[in-house]
């Protein structure tokens, strides 16, 4: 799965390679660590504004939702039941690129995985890359707000995510940047089921 990702590139690196302008530099925090559990806004791409970076909440809220206690179980959708989770159908074709460049993975060392080795994976030379997103709009009954969440697509485990997430062996959809568009474009889900990017794993 992923709950733990970082962002920790300036605003003018993360425009320059997503091509797009960070629309609040007020907001944009880069930071070594976002914890999903926090609930923290940060950067995104909706294929409804290509060319604004946005920050959302990390955590997705269906637009049914009487309350927000539901982000708890929605940092994460799997791709292979997005179409029938009734907390992602709607979002199937509002789809977003969550802006990154690593996030952390346990890896157990017993059956019961009461040792556990932490790893961060990175692209080589922490390149900035994009997950595979969904994303929602909620409105707070009580205050009226208009909220915007999203959830981080995930897959199968495939290289080294096997052997590091050895647990449940699941992985976020890392979009290469060949097919960011393509997944902005709502393509079939089937085409990016498999993760095929050079990860690396650093223990810390």
Not at 8 to 16: L, N, P, Y
Not at 84 to 97: D, H, V
Not at 135 to 143: G, P, R
Not at 185 to 192: H, P
Request: with cysteine; aromatic share 12%.
């Amino acid at each position: 799965m992923c709950f733990h990702s970082k962002q920790s590139k300036d605003a003018t690196t993360v425009e320059k390679r997503f091509n797009a302008v960070v629309n609040d530099l007020l907001n944009f925090r880069p930071t070594e660590h976002f914890n999903g559990f926090e609930y923290p806004q940060t950067p995104v791409i909706t294929a409804e504004n290509p060319g604004l970076i946005e920050h959302y909440q990390w955590g997705l809220i269906p637009h049914w939702a009487k309350d927000d206690k539901i982000k708890q179980y929605t940092l994460n959708a799997k791709i292979e039941t997005l179409h029938e989770k009734p907390s992602f159908r709607n979002s199937l074709n509002k789809r977003c690129l969550v802006i990154a460049d690593g996030f952390c993975e346990w890896q157990w060392l017993d059956a019961k995985g009461r040792r556990k080795q932490k790893y961060l994976l990175t692209l080589p030379g922490g390149e900035l890359y994009a997950y595979a997103g969904i994303w929602s709009e909620w409105v707070n009954t009580l205050s009226g707000e208009i909220i915007r969440t999203y959830s981080i697509v995930t897959t199968e485990a495939t290289g080294i995510m096997r052997e590091i997430h050895n647990s449940k062996k699941r992985m976020p959809v890392i979009l290469t940047p060949q097919n960011e568009q393509f997944w902005l474009n709502n393509e079939a889900l089937s085409g990016f089921a498999k993760v095929d990017v050079p990860l690396e794993a650093s223990p810390i």
